[in-house]
């Protein structure tokens, strides 16, 4: 007897039952979400990732920041993301739609990123942190990343956007030298400061209530 | 009944005999040589380079200037070259040449115009060194288990394609009756696999899903790479290699089907259980984890039946190299899994997501399962195909010994470093009750680096030594293929002549 057919079409349904259920009802139910227009702001959330931003993503993504970054938030009491004040609320759908790749990560060997932004919003910590993560973030395993940075000769003016008068004394060039970050090191800090979510879309608003003490703390409870 | 079957095949001048059998399946493997040559030096040219970049991204974990100052050389592109080369350069060209090479064999048929099928296996090479050079120079997608660029990818299709085809004519042409367990597996994940990668592709890569659709899909892909690729070559080759050994059939062919579709049926739906706690729906996250779960049950039948497989024969382990590795494969397989139905827990979750305690349980499933049984499937095939054994079987033991201890202490070590990490970073009130921070307030989150980094350490002694295993097994490969062209006949390879236990190795 030959079972062959029946054995394929079994293989078949397998992998189509999970194919149906995870991508396909998903990409039905919410793969269309529309961003939140708000009438106060007179803007739609999430807002657009800003020129510089989008390029400075791509250099997020080709040095593999993913590997040691997540860019998700979760609920209170899941988990200490919010605790750690990575963001004032757990990471919803709406928060990606316009992102073309999405990088929410499985490793924090470093910090969540998602609102980076907002908890850190100053150029200068960011260029240091990159130039050596050991400046700003002393026992960091984080790689330095100085090939985001160009040291040259001062011609004419010095540039505006030169950090070595902020780096410590070990780290500074020759008298007549500057260091200042590259294109690609520009965008990526850019696009590091663009990453908050901060907007509360319907669905954020009343959900995420002190767990009360006597409960301690919740577990399965969604 | 038994006898009068018994009395038609003496009649029969057509029915195999053993020597017919042997004559047969020497042809079958003398049509498999060039491709399976091909196809497990590539492997091995591969896990060379996938253990290099894994030392380097290890080294820069505890020390982060090494090599700091290179670009292509940083952190997060070592990463990904390294799971890029091991997966898709040393895992899949290695499981191809076991794939053809048991499925012939199975299928009792001879492998037609093998040519072609080295072409493939060139194309396959071309698209990984593509996909690998594309990641180092900076054109990563960052898409976990999919970093290769796009450019890479049609070549890989084609290449899979003509692979893919030729497992199925080889099936088709077969003359045995029956369909053997292992050709299940081989033939589910031949056909499942260009079913996950091109939704894959096209899904997020292509014509992107909206927002965290991508996450379930990258997930849906990558975890199913690993259960329904990976493992169903790595059982079904299991499957063969075990009672092969052994000269004595599966314990059950009954509890072996029950293993089969229950995997078929679970194993698809575990991936959602990377993105518990994760922005998309939590019915999915749910049924990931009940799905994790119910894996417990082909995981223990899939275990039963090779432990009474091999109950009674466990002395077979000291003379084959085949068996040694094979057998650690199949027990790590069952940990691995275990493992993986626990972590799917929402409460295990919570501490050990996002910490090295996935690595290391990506180690244990994709290293002391898949790799270690490959590496045993090897060992038979090679003799096989060149008609001679291998030439040392002190590099077979070092490499046993290296890899075997080497990987232990891995996944031990990443395992403890991982939970400690995950305590101090996510619950920070359970880190307390266990004594390892002061208050109950979350530590500085650099604390928890800290804490992690002489697990780290120890991580790279562990590489080194597994480096040196993967060192033992590349001489020996290359030594016996430039040998085969002089000699012709050696003696058996076993770690010391076997005393009662019949070992049908031939």
């Known amino acids: 007897m030959n079972r062959a057919p029946l054995i394929f079409l079994s293989i078949f349904f397998a992998l189509a039952l999970s194919w149906t259920g995870i991508v396909l009802v998903n990409q039905i139910s919410y793969g269309s979400l529309q961003p939140v227009y708000d009438e106060n702001d007179g803007k739609a959330y999430p807002l657009q990732t800003p020129g510089l931003a989008a390029r400075g993503k791509l250099v997020y993504q080709d040095l593999g920041c993913i590997s040691c970054h997540s860019q998700q938030v979760r609920r209170l009491g899941y988990g200490s993301d919010i605790a750690r004040g990575w963001g004032e609320r757990q990471s919803v759908a709406h928060d990606y739609i316009r992102e073309d790749r999405v990088l929410l990560g499985t490793m924090r060997t470093g910090p969540d990123l998602r609102n980076i932004g907002a908890r850190q919003a100053d150029h200068t910590w960011h260029y240091l942190h990159l130039y050596d993560p050991q400046i700003t973030s002393a026992g960091s395993n984080m790689p330095p990343h100085r090939f985001l940075f160009e040291t040259r000769k001062v011609i004419g003016q010095p540039s505006p956007k030169a950090i070595q008068d902020k780096l410590p004394e070990k780290y500074r060039p020759k008298a007549g030298y500057e260091i200042v970050p590259t294109e690609r090191g520009e965008s990526l800090v850019e696009y590091l400061l ?27 409870k969604k | 009944m038994a006898s009068l079957r018994n009395l038609a095949a003496s009649l029969n001048p057509a029915t195999s005999t053993d020597d017919v059998n042997r004559a047969e399946s020497r042809e079958i493997d003398a049509s498999t040589k060039w491709p399976a040559i091909f196809l497990l030096g590539s492997a091995v040219v591969w896990l060379l380079i996938g253990t290099v970049f894994a030392l380097i991204s290890s080294f820069k974990m505890h020390s982060p200037e090494f090599l700091g100052d290179y670009e292509w050389l940083t952190f997060g592109r070592m990463r990904a070259a390294h799971l890029n080369a091991v997966v898709y350069g040393w895992s899949v060209n290695a499981s191809f040449a076991v794939a053809f090479w048991l499925m012939a064999r199975l299928s009792r048929s001879v492998l037609r115009h093998s040519g072609l099928l080295i072409v493939a296996a060139a194309f396959w090479n071309i698209g990984v060194t593509l996909g690998i050079g594309g990641i180092l120079a900076g054109d990563s997608t960052s898409i976990e288990w999919l970093e290769m660029p796009l450019y890479a990818t049609p070549l890989l299709f084609l290449a899979y394609a003509l692979v893919g085809a030729w497992a199925v004519i080889t099936f088709r042409f077969g003359k045995s009756q029956h369909i053997y367990v292992s050709q299940w597996y081989i033939l589910a994940a031949l056909f499942w696999f260009p079913w996950l990668y091109s939704v894959a592709e096209i899904m997020i890569l292509l014509t992107p899903a909206r927002g965290t659709v991508q996450a379930l899909v990258n997930w849906w892909f990558a975890h199913n790479l690993i259960g329904l690729w990976f493992t169903s070559i790595g059982l079904g080759a299991i499957y063969y290699f075990l009672p092969k050994v052994l000269g004595k059939p599966i314990h059950s062919y009954y509890l072996a089907a029950l293993g089969f579709w229950s995997l078929a049926i679970f194993y698809n739906w575990t991936g959602v259980s990377h993105l ?50 094979i057998v650690f494969g199949a027990v790590a397989y069952t940990l691995t899994s275990l493992q993986g139905s626990l972590m799917a827990v929402r409460s295990w979750s919570e501490v050990t997501h996002f910490t090295h305690y996935t690595v290391a349980h ?49 996944v031990a070590d990443l395992s403890i470093g991982g939970i400690i990490q995950g305590l101090l970073l996510n619950t920070p009130v359970l880190a307390h009750k266990f004594g390892l921070q002061e208050g109950t307030d979350p530590v500085p989150f650099l604390d928890t680096v800290k804490a992690a980094l002489p697990y780290l350490k120890w991580r790279s002694y562990a590489g080194i030594l597994i480096t040196v295993g993967h060192v033992a097994f590349a001489i020996n490969f290359v030594w016996m293929i430039v040998r085969s062209v002089e000699v012709t006949k050696t003696k058996l390879t076993l770690f010391c002549t076997p005393t009662d236990t019949e070992v049908a190795a031939r």
Do not use: C
């Open chain 1, 194 to 220: 663009s990453l908050k979510d901060t907007y509360a879309y319907p669905e954020t608003k009343n959900v995420y209530v002190e767990p009360a003490p006597e409960a301690g703390k919740e577990g399965e």
């Open chain 2, 276 to 325: 518990i706690g994760g922005p998309v729906p939590v019915w999915v996250q749910s049924a990931g984890i009940v799905a994790s779960f119910m894996m417990i049950i082909p995981v223990f039948v899939t275990a039963i039946n090779h432990h009474m497989t091999m109950l009674g024969n466990f002395d077979a382990l000291k003379n084959s190299p085949t068996l040694r590795f």
């Open chain 2, 362 to 410: 990506a180690h244990w499933g994709m290293y002391a399962f898949f790799t270690m049984t490959m590496f045993g499937s090897i060992y038979y095939i090679m003799p096989r195909i060149l008609l001679q054994e291998w030439p040392s079987a002190k590099l077979i033991s070092l490499h046993f010994w290296a890899t075997a201890f080497g990987v232990t202490l891995y």
